[in-house]
């Protein structure tokens, strides 16, 4: 199930702007998630806030794709982020085509690579090619390209086909809503560090990751509404409980996605809380902000605490 989450979603940010133009990602319509968990109690996705004398930090767990009209803005969320002078998100640039496409042209392209077929195993080429099929992406471009982002490429068509969009997501409106307000917006981590995490798989991880992302769509369109739909009511526990599913067999690559960059981003909060003040919303990945190895984990661990609004 890494595939299904980690390995979609987690990209899929960056990965839009330049695939967008590709064929088999055009969308097919599909209906907003209910709401109706969050519309009930009107406290929506969890929100947590760590401060200091002069500094508060809100932390905010995203869905990086999302059927447009998806609701999840509830007004404790929305009334932080207009509070906030600063947008903090993972990484910057993910809209723009310009940016991204020389970095990934540059990362992920090698020339002499075996076709895609042949690197899994043999039972799972008849998967792969109708995973292939479903998406609607030319086999030769993803032979072209190196196993991670003929990975993602691949997970992200289909998770468009099935309705979720960029411009559906958190970060997409997040921003918009930002520069509409004229917040300062930073990002923790640059998309070479970002893409990075992935091109520096050894092969072996990167050939598991696209084995992995091929469940069935229908299996992938579930499970999928289940994390939105506990993501929507607040309900970090689920959360967790879905990632640890999710990474229980690829261990490494779980602390290379997610327990590496909590840490980096703890540290970043704490060194933040100590020398600037003002009013920060980061809004990163909701898997970051749930189970043992949080972000929140990691503050607590530091002596910092941290609270849940919501």
């Not at 080429?125 to 993602?152: F, K, N, Q, S, Y």
């Not at 998770?159 to 004229?182: D, F, H, M, N």
């Not at 798989?201 to 992302?213: D, F, H």
Request: charged share 25%; net charge negative.
């Amino acid at each position: 199930m890494m595939g299904r989450i980690l390995g979609a979603l987690a990209a899929a940010a960056m990965l839009v702007a330049c695939t967008s133009e590709a064929p088999g990602t055009a969308k097919e319509k599909a209906s907003a998630p209910n709401a109706e968990a969050a519309a009930a109690s009107g406290k929506g996705p969890a929100l947590w806030a760590v401060k200091d004398a002069d500094t508060t930090i809100y932390l905010f767990g995203t869905i990086h794709m999302l059927p447009e009209g998806t609701q999840w803005l509830m007004p404790p969320i929305a009334k932080a982020f207009d509070a906030s002078d600063t947008l903090v998100l993972e990484v910057l640039g993910t809209n723009d085509a310009k940016v991204t496409t020389p970095i990934i042209l540059k990362m992920g392209y090698t020339p002499g690579l075996p076709p895609l077929a042949e690197r899994v195993p043999a039972d799972d080429r008849a998967e792969l090619a109708a995973a292939i099929t479903h998406a609607g992406v030319p086999g030769p471009a993803l032979d072209a390209m190196e196993t991670w982002l003929a990975t993602m490429s691949l997970s992200t068509a289909r998770i468009q086909k099935l309705g979720y969009g960029i411009e559906g997501g958190v970060e997409y409106q997040l921003s918009t809503r930002a520069a509409a307000q004229r917040k300062r917006i930073e990002g923790l981590e640059t998309m070479t560090e970002q893409l990075g995490f992935f091109d520096t798989l050894p092969e072996a991880e990167q050939r598991t990751l696209l084995v992995n992302s091929l469940d069935d769509i229908t299996d992938i369109d579930a499970v999928i509404k289940s994390a939105v739909k506990s993501w929507q009511a607040g309900d970090v526990d689920a959360v967790a409980e879905l990632l640890e599913d999710d990474t229980r067999d690829s261990p490494g690559l779980a602390k290379r996605l997610l327990t590496d960059r909590n840490l980096n981003w703890a540290n970043w909060i704490e060194k933040r809380l100590e020398t600037t003040p003002g009013t920060v919303f980061v809004a990163v990945g909701s898997g970051h902000l749930a189970g043992k190895d949080s972000v929140q984990s990691m503050l607590e661990a530091k002596g910092l605490k941290v609270e849940r609004l919501n």
